[in-house]
């Protein structure tokens, strides 16, 4: 024997010591086995979901857009909104202003003016 190392001929049967020491090893080997799997699992599983998340990121930014008004997106109304419309009386206290504005970007050649540049 070296060391350590003791041989065993194949008749010696391992003693108590030896098999826990087997058992706690193999247990050990398990845990590490179940952590990585877990880890992998997790992984797998949060990229699967951040990938669905960017697909359905688009349509359901659209159809936020369109029920709010955000981001310049118009709503359609239909006849129950005219008819809301038509049944409200005007205020004669609270006058409302519009004011036309006129922007146009720099690199445009263009001039745009308003006939007037407001009403009441």
């Known amino acids: 024997p070296h ?8 008749s010696t049967s391992p003693s108590k ?11 050990q080997q398990q845990r590490k086995k179940r952590k990585l ?8 599983s949060l990229l699967i979901f951040m990938g669905g998340v960017s697909m359905a990121s688009v349509p359901l930014y659209k159809a936020f857009c369109s029920a709010t008004g955000y981001g310049g997106t ?11 419309v038509a049944g ?3 205020v004669s206290w609270r006058p409302i202003t519009v ?4 922007n146009v970007h720099p690199s ?3 001039t745009f003016e308003p006939v007037q540049d407001s009403v009441t």
């Open 3 to 10: 060391g350590f190392q003791r041989h065993l001929s194949a």
């Open 88 to 90: 409200m009386e005007a």
């Open 74 to 84: 118009t709503k359609k109304h239909n006849e129950e909104d005219n008819a809301k």
């Open 37 to 44: 799997r877990d880890i992998v699992l997790s992984t797998v």
């Open 17 to 27: 010591e030896q098999i826990l020491l087997a058992k706690k090893l193999l247990a």
């Open 99 to 102: 004011t036309f504005g006129t």
């Open 108 to 110: 445009l050649d263009w």
